[in-house]
């Protein structure tokens, strides 16, 4: 299994594929599936704000697009060390509630949470069962 660094380095590399020509600020993740397969996201902005789309989404979505279902961790990457936005936790807990989380700088320098300490008491698909 990759390690959290190299986990770290695939974000930071997703990074530069960043489009944020708006915010001037770029973020990468790197999410890790069960079968030790990395799959990279990045933001991609718009001229219309609200399309804009996080790298952590960018990521997660990608991946269900290539079957993939089961993730181990994901690395996110910005410039200070930002912490996952509030939609992108809630998809975290959709998707990968088990993930280990790694929320890295532009110097690789990272600190390591879970989805469950971004996001607790989250809703989930357990809520909409009917009584
Ligand atoms: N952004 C992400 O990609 N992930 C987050 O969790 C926080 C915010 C992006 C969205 C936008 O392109 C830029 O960072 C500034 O908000």
Redesign the pocket.
Known sequence: MLSAEQLVEHALAARQR???P??H???G?ALLTADNVVIL?????NASYGA???????ALTAAVAQGKHAFMAMA?A?QNG????G???QVMAELGPAMVIYISDEAGHFRTTSVAELLPDSFTQANLVRP
């Open positions: 960043a489009y944020a708006y915010s600020y770029p973020v993740a996201g990045c933001n991609v902005e804009s789309i996080c790298a952590e989404r960018v996110v910005t930002g912490s996952p936005c939609i992108c936790r």
